[in-house]
């Protein structure tokens, strides 16, 4: 079956600018989670959410950034004001109970 | 706070060895354990997931434990390829009333042919 989503592979913004990055997690899958990976770094707990449960909001590093996740599916981290730090490449996994985390390809976001 | 070191950082070995990765967590209470593979460029594999109430998971050549109590768990891969050229990272959930996240820094290996 179809694995974890993401949308833009790539992106190239300018420093200022809001940028949108999209996960289609696995169907039926009721967990999602988002992480960074700054180049060179380890992986960097940003956000979860599960159903319809209050999303875990604590790894979030400032409050340029937000995430939403409609029906329950589709998810979307919105990073605003970027800054030249936030370059990184930002991974998404879901997971069918919150255990077993399957990763999509992530996103590769540079800030110039 | 959870802390998740993976030793060692690098790690080359010749085709056909046996080896360890090791990966120790400074809390004990945990949901779970993953171990993935990371390709360069590419997003990440599961290898093997452990409970908390487990002590060791298989999968071909892998083999994964985990010792709560003393705060470790290891990767241990028979018979190496060049295939397995990867870096290895493990992830611990924290416990009940979390859902975060934690990732070591990885395992770079190289298996030479």
């Known amino acids: 079956g179809a694995g974890v989503s993401q949308s833009p592979s790539n992106k190239v913004t300018e420093k200022g600018k809001d940028v949108e990055l999209r996960c289609d997690p696995i169907s039926g899958h009721t967990a999602l989670y988002w992480y960074r990976q700054s180049l060179g770094q380890g992986l960097e707990f940003l956000i979860y959410f599960q159903g319809n449960s209050a999303p875990d909001k604590s790894g979030l590093p400032s409050d340029r950034f937000s995430a939403e996740r409609t029906g329950g599916s589709v998810s979307t981290l919105t990073i605003q004001r970027t800054q030249q730090e936030d370059s990184a490449v930002y991974l998404c996994?879901?997971?069918?109970?919150?255990?077993?985390?399957?990763f999509g390809p992530g996103t590769r976001l540079t800030v110039l | 706070k959870q802390e998740v070191t993976q030793i060692p950082a690098a790690l080359s070995v010749p085709e056909g060895e046996n080896l360890v990765l090791n990966c120790s967590f400074t809390d004990s209470a945990i949901y779970n354990l993953q171990w993935f593979r990371q390709d360069p460029g590419k997003g990440l594999t599961s290898l093997l997931l452990?409970?908390?109430?487990?002590r060791e998971q298989t999968s071909g050549r892998l083999n994964a434990s985990l010792d709560k109590s003393s705060g470790r768990s290891t990767l241990y891969i028979a018979a190496s390829q060049p295939g397995d050229s990867a870096t290895y990272l493990c992830a611990v959930r924290l416990g009940a009333g979390g859902f975060k996240t934690i990732f070591g820094a990885g395992t770079r290996l190289f298996v030479k042919a």
């Open positions: 452990i409970q908390s109430s487990q």
């Open positions: 996994a879901s997971s069918p109970t919150g255990s077993e985390q399957f």
